[in-house]
């Protein structure tokens, strides 16, 4: 009896000291960096771009401790359908090293951030690896009801699985790809957002998408599809232009540079007011006022304002 009480204390002992014996030790994580697991869960389009924008070397470092937003693969090709391309090997393939970059590490966090961290509370914002204007660009996260995050275009993506463990961090995979500010022009910063949808429709239709791709830089006043469907109809080509070169300046104004009160000209040579308040509003030139709904949606070549009205100039 003596030895069997011996061999169970010394079989205990050994247990606990194999495993530890602490209940805070932290969960094993998997043997390979993030790169490997990424091509073990079949993220093939992330890698390409990873690939094209020399990013492999970030993803393999076994040293990293990273938290990675990892878009699928249909996500990539949504992204490229939407900016005109036939699929997400094509836009890879058209899109420069740098705009990759930029894309990729906007989904990264310089730190390795479990689930339970992203939603420890209801709302929260993260800052990533990607810089613009001189500072780290940031997500802003949603955790009521499963983890959302809205991007610099105004757009949400879905986490869908979450703590996919590496060695050198963690990947939580998402729906959608995210956008990054100051990347995009205005056009495709629109051409993203399905609530512009009516917008670039008009914008095609007016044959003003090459003019508002171009250098810039512009500060576009974005009405919403409800917004168009409670406009004017049956406008000539020439008369939709000046509408929607009324909703647009010859300069990048932000939200701080906003002169309140005062006639700003438009691209078609008619004037807005802008008025502060809570929301700021413009009146036109039906002396009815749109609400800014949001600010500084920060593209390429210049900036965005969302409105909920379409501005009527003088036709």
């Not at 495709?188 to 429709?201: D, H, I, R, T």
């Not at 008369?239 to 010859?250: A, D, I, K, N, R």
Request: aromatic residues 6%.
């Amino acid at each position: 009896m003596k030895f069997e009480k011996y061999l169970f204390a010394l079989l205990s002992a050994t247990l606990i000291t194999a495993c530890g014996g602490d209940d805070d030790d932290p969960a094993p994580v998997a043997a390979s960096t993030i790169d490997k697991v990424a091509q073990e869960r079949g993220f093939n389009a992330l890698l390409a771009a990873a690939t094209k924008a020399e990013l492999g070397g970030t993803l393999s470092d076994a040293n990293a401790r990273l938290t990675v937003f990892a878009p699928t693969d249909a996500a990539f090709n949504s992204l490229a359908t939407s900016l005109g391309f036939s699929n997400a090997t094509a836009m890879v393939n058209a899109l420069p090293p740098a705009a990759l970059r930029n894309i990729l590490t906007y989904h990264v966090l310089p730190t390795r951030k479990p689930a339970s961290e992203l939603g420890a509370t209801a709302q929260s914002t993260q800052t990533t690896s990607y810089s613009f204007a001189g500072q780290p660009a940031t997500l802003r996260l949603d955790n009521q009801g499963g983890v959302r995050i809205t991007d610099a275009a105004l757009t949400t993506a879905t986490v869908t699985a979450t703590d996919v463990a590496a060695s050198n961090g963690v990947i939580h995979a998402v729906d959608k790809v995210l956008v990054p500010p100051g990347v995009l022009n205005v056009v495709q910063m629109a051409q993203v957002n399905p609530q512009f949808s009516s917008l670039v429709g008009a914008v095609v239709s007016a044959n003003l998408q090459g003019t508002l791709s171009g250098a810039g830089p512009f500060t576009v006043f974005a009405p919403t599809n409800a917004a168009f469907a409670a406009a004017p109809t049956g406008l000539t080509t020439p008369q939709l232009t000046t509408v929607l070169t009324y909703h647009v300046l010859g300069s990048q104004v932000l939200a701080a540079q906003i002169p309140f009160g005062t006639p700003v000209t438009t691209v078609a040579s008619q004037p807005i007011t802008i008025n502060a308040g809570t929301p700021p509003t413009i009146t036109d030139t039906t002396a009815t006022r749109a609400r800014i709904n949001a600010t500084d949606v920060r593209a390429s070549n210049g900036v965005i304002h969302v409105i909920d009205k379409v501005l009527i100039p003088a036709l």
